[in-house]
């Protein structure tokens, strides 16, 4: 049977976390689409994630669990900073801080996941994902301008892996910012990947790659274990030039 043609597996919310099919059965059209149903309590969703899967779906949908081929990833050392963002960050006056306004990020983003059409975070994924950042395991990145919210981004960390979810922006560069700030902490904490889920022409703009799918999910067994929460503070705002590479290191 072709993967285009295979039916989806549905899974029960009394079903365990583990209860999903292997990745190879994940469909080809839609690209990545792999089961319906379940829930997004705490056991599933960090199951999901450190086995390469994920989930996107629209309010009124079951919830939906993806886990694409290739899957677009971005080494925490490899993000692209052209000459040009270098300068206009340089000048922006923005703050990096992280986890000091979690609910204000994920009410924020309203928009489409990574530049994709029609897909918006649910009631039931922001309290979720609420969840998962009062146990430690969801974080965000704050991007401020004179004392405002003005972009960021938030996801899960397990073990080395930090599972980027959505970002926003309300000025122009705000999200780079996040991005950029994200990946030196990353890259200071040796964790071995930044998940990017979706490709788009803007994380690919940023360092991100196509990686195949069987590739992440070893790389997964190896960066999420041990298996534990990444300890990022809400101290007093840096500014983003603190995260600014030497004009050597620059594209």
Known sequence: MSRSSRPITWISSEDPPEA???LDYALS???GLLAAGGDLSPPRLLYAYRNAIFPWYNEGQPVLWWSPDPRCVLRPGAFHLARRLRRSLKSSGFFISFNAQFDEVIEAYSGARHGQSGTWITREMKSAYRSLHRQGWAHSVEVRKQGALVG???GLSIGRAFFGESMFSREN???KAAMLALSAELLERQFMILDCQVVSPHLLSLGATHMP???FASLLDR???PEAPLKLGNDACRPI???LPAPAHMA
Do not use: H, K, T, V
């Open 20 to 22: 999903f099919p292997i």
């Open 29 to 31: 059209e839609p690209e």
């Open 152 to 154: 960021g981004l938030y």
């Open 173 to 175: 560069n705000a999200s």
């Open 213 to 215: 799918r069987e590739a």
């Open 223 to 225: 960066a999420c274990s």
């Open 241 to 243: 030039i603190d995260y």
